[in-house]
């Protein structure tokens, strides 16, 4: 009922915390201010923190809000957990990860998890410097990032989730999906902001890290759109998810037999009995390394085309189950040969 009211002054963030000016993490509290006076939302002469937090109306005399204290003190509050998965299912993980901390510092925690876990493929459009290219856009991640956050019911206890499967990548904030609209009606046409957390969503909004007009989910859409990425929405009453679909080292600019916009494959030079394998750049790429070194290792081959050594192990043994190379030798000293 509280909630429905939509008064600060009963909400959660609202309320004072334990927390006071003192507590603040000034890295954060800089950093915040520098991105804000920059994209010029807030131009505050006096940067002195009590200041600042008191015109954001995130304190009031030394005492912090709850919002303020979710948003610039390492504490409890929030929470995030990360892990990798072995395959689609929970079942078994590769890594786990629980950190707890500011709100800004805990996004740039979960994004770079996600820019560590990502393949990358290398673009070459004939300058002398090259495009990498990850498989889901890093723009669309972290504002799926900042808005799970950011519209999470905090209150809850409960922990923002970045979830890494071999097929995609998933995104979960606490708090269900308003009732009555879905995401679509988000993406589709414009409608008024529904805000679980207004002071969170306004102090985010004046660094630009947010915007609070509800055009969060379309930049989404409009990102992986125009980056060939599929991505889906969906809730329960427990919370809402975003979940992007990986490349996983193939098909990169092919959708499904039908071909994406914005995707090249590198410009590199095949005999026309290998055409096949300019279906996956990856592939194509590593070909031409090996074809011009032969004794190329594989971390050497993920250094020069800017991703991991499991995307170029998987380009490898592709190439050899259509036997066009084959690796004689041992690991130290081998070498690759490529089949007539």
Not at 149 to 166: D, K, M, N, P, T
Not at 193 to 210: A, C, E, F, G, V
Not at 249 to 256: A, C, V
Request: net charge neutral.
């Amino acid at each position: 009922m509280l909630r429905k009211r939509d008064s600060i002054n009963y909400s959660w963030e609202g309320q004072r915390s334990k927390y006071t000016i003192a507590d603040i993490d000034q890295t954060a509290f800089k950093s915040y201010l520098k991105r804000a006076k920059k994209v010029g939302r807030i131009s505050f002469e006096n940067e002195e923190p009590s200041e600042v937090m008191t015109k954001l109306g995130l304190a009031e005399n030394e005492s912090l809000l709850n919002a303020g204290a979710a948003l610039f003190v390492n504490c409890g509050i929030n929470e995030l957990q990360m892990a990798k998965f072995a395959s689609d299912e929970r079942l078994t993980f590769t890594d786990i990860r629980r950190f707890t901390g500011s709100i800004l510092d805990l996004a740039d925690k979960a994004v770079q998890y996600i820019i560590d876990a990502m393949d990358w493929r290398v673009e070459f459009d004939g300058s002398l410097e090259r495009k990498e290219i990850p498989e889901i856009p890093v723009d669309a991640a972290r504002e799926a990032v900042i808005n799970a956050f950011a519209h999470r019911l905090i209150e809850s206890g409960q922990s923002v989730e970045v979830a890494i499967y071999r097929s995609f990548i998933e995104i979960y904030s606490p708090g269900k999906f308003p009732d009555g609209v879905t995401p679509e009606m988000f993406i589709r046409e414009i409608r008024k902001p529904i805000r679980r957390n207004p002071l969170i969503t306004r102090t985010l909004y004046y660094s630009k890290d947010m915007e609070s007009f509800a055009t969060g989910l379309k930049r989404i859409q409009d990102a992986c759109d125009e980056a060939g990425c599929k991505v889906e929405y969906y809730g329960d009453e427990y919370g809402f998810t975003v979940r992007f679909y990986r490349h996983c080292g193939e098909g990169w600019g092919i959708d499904m037999g039908a071909k994406t916009t914005g995707s090249k494959v590198p410009n590199v030079t095949l005999d026309v009995t290998l055409g096949v394998i300019l279906e996956n750049p990856v592939e194509a790429s590593v070909f031409e390394l090996i074809r011009e070194n032969a004794s190329i290792t594989i971390p050497q081959m993920a250094e020069k085309l800017s991703i991991n050594r499991r995307t170029v192990q998987r380009a490898i043994n592709s190439l050899k189950e259509k036997g066009i190379i084959e690796r004689k030798g041992g690991k130290r000293y081998g070498y690759w040969d490529v089949k007539n």
